[in-house]
């Protein structure tokens, strides 16, 4: 993995940025994709807790979609993370993940990161692993969902990762 290219904007996504979060995430190949109209919502209802990387045109290259746990305040789930395919392999899922969490400390206090994860998604396993050991966390991991619990059809386990406590905003 390279750095981040320096023209990269970590910004907090537009309603107009959904149909291109659509897309990024359809052309993922790996995500469940939602439907379009959620994706537009997402970017209303969930920007403060979500975050777009922005290339020198100001379109966005990737996406992360989060929110606060009700019912665990300080606790960001991340719920998908795509970067287009032209511009992976250079740090840009990281700097997206760094990013978001350190505003969220800022703003929320957050200490903690949830996410899912399905086995053999070797590059999300990555960049969650590495995230913790830059932040000088644990990771605890346990099947959520079962494949059973899926009544659409044959899905690999959730397995979610627990990521914490956060002991710094930046990454050591």
């Given at each position: 993995?390279?750095?981040?290219?320096?023209?990269?904007?970590?910004?907090?996504?537009?309603?107009?940025?959904?149909?291109?979060?659509?897309?990024?995430?359809?052309?993922?190949?790996?995500?469940?994709?939602?439907?379009?109209?959620?994706?537009?919502?997402?970017?209303?209802?969930?920007?403060?807790?979500?975050?777009?990387?922005?290339?020198?045109?100001?379109?966005?290259?990737?996406?992360?979609?989060?929110?606060?746990?009700?019912?665990?305040?300080?606790?960001?789930?991340?719920?998908?993370?795509?970067?287009?395919?032209?511009?992976?392999?250079?740090?840009?899922?990281?700097?997206?993940?760094?990013?978001?969490?350190?505003?969220?400390?800022?703003?929320?206090?957050?200490?903690?990161?949830?996410?899912?994860?399905?086995?053999?998604?070797?590059?999300?396993?990555?960049?969650?692993?590495s995230f913790a050991a830059r932040h000088g966390a644990q990771v605890d991991r346990e099947v959520l969902f079962g494949a059973d619990l899926f009544p659409d059809g044959p899905h690999d386990p959730e397995v979610l990762y627990r990521i914490g406590p956060l002991t710094a905003s930046t990454p050591h």
């Open positions: 993995m390279t750095a981040a290219p320096a023209d990269l904007l970590i910004d907090r996504p537009a309603m107009t940025d959904g149909a291109t979060l659509w897309r990024l995430a359809k052309d993922s190949k790996t995500l469940d994709l939602n439907s379009s109209y959620s994706y537009l919502l997402w970017c209303r209802d969930f920007a403060g807790t979500s975050a777009v990387a922005r290339g020198a045109d100001g379109e966005p290259v990737g996406f992360i979609t989060g929110y606060v746990r009700p019912d665990r305040p300080r606790t960001l789930l991340v719920w998908q993370v795509a970067v287009d395919s032209a511009h992976r392999g250079h740090g840009i899922a990281a700097a997206l993940l760094d990013g978001l969490t350190a505003r969220l400390t800022a703003e929320r206090g957050i200490t903690e990161v949830e996410t899912t994860i399905t086995p053999g998604n070797t590059a999300s396993e990555r960049l969650f692993t």
